[in-house]
Antibody, heavy 119, light 111 residues
């Protein structure tokens, strides 16, 4: 079973970008798809997108199109999520989640990374 | 935009049974949406309970079960325990531009 360890909390100014990392271990990096899910304070879960490390392909939720980029580094077994043009509404915990390919559910969750957007 | 609705809250007595549902704003939920369910306690990441409608994730007690009830996905807790007091979210694979949508979440209180 894959383990996911995310980078630490960040504070960003409005208009800046945030890049969250998620280091995987315990299994082959390319054996999973990787999703990003976020949760604003006191709110529900929101799917942001998916990254396939085998071919680098991505699919993003429509509301994040043009503002999010999900990438991976096979040499370090790490996936990244970068969100640009940050606004206060982007303050949230961002979770990296692994999916066994084509099973269509969120199997292994990272511990989450709090990104705070504040001036 | 697809909206997935859940009851905002439920209260259940210890040992009781509660059924949470997960509905679609546009149509019926079926197995092709691969419904899954997640439990979340404060300050923790979600924990996977059920996937593919009715398959329990590893280590999940059999008092949790998933199904399709009418036109919705459902999660039933049979013999509720105090530590089942959590937020519960469903997720559906809807395809299209936004592949997955989470439900609005249900807060379950055991008292």
């Amino acid at each position: 079973q894959v383990q996911l360890v995310q980078s630490g909390a960040e504070v960003k100014q409005p208009g800046a970008s945030a890049k969250v990392s998620c280091k995987t271990s315990g299994y082959s990096f390319t054996s999973y798809y990787y999703h990003w899910v976020r949760q604003a304070p006191g709110q529900g879960l929101e799917w942001m997108g998916i990254f396939n490390p085998t071919d680098g392909s991505t699919s993003y939720a429509q509301r994040f199109q043009g503002r999010v980029a999900m990438t991976g580094d096979t040499s370090t077994s790490t996936v990244y999520m970068e969100l640009s043009s940050l606004r206060s509404e982007d303050t949230a915990i961002y979770y990296c989640v692994a999916e066994t390919p084509a099973t269509k559910f969120f199997d292994n969750w990272g511990q989450g990374t709090l990104v705070t957007v504040s001036s | 935009q697809t909206v997935v609705t859940q009851e905002p809250s439920f209260s259940v007595s210890p040992g009781g049974t509660v059924t949470l549902t997960c509905g679609l704003s546009s149509g019926s939920v079926s197995t092709r949406y691969s419904p899954s369910w997640y439990q979340q306690t404060p300050g923790q990441p979600p924990r996977t309970l059920i996937y593919n409608t009715n398959t329990r994730s590893s280590g999940v007690p059999d008092r949790f079960s998933g199904s399709i009830l009418g036109n919705k996905a459902a999660l039933t807790i049979t013999g509720a325990q105090a530590d089942d007091e959590s937020d519960y979210y469903c997720a559906l694979f809807v395809g299209g531009g936004t592949l997955y949508v989470f439900g609005t979440g249900t807060k379950v209180t055991v008292l």
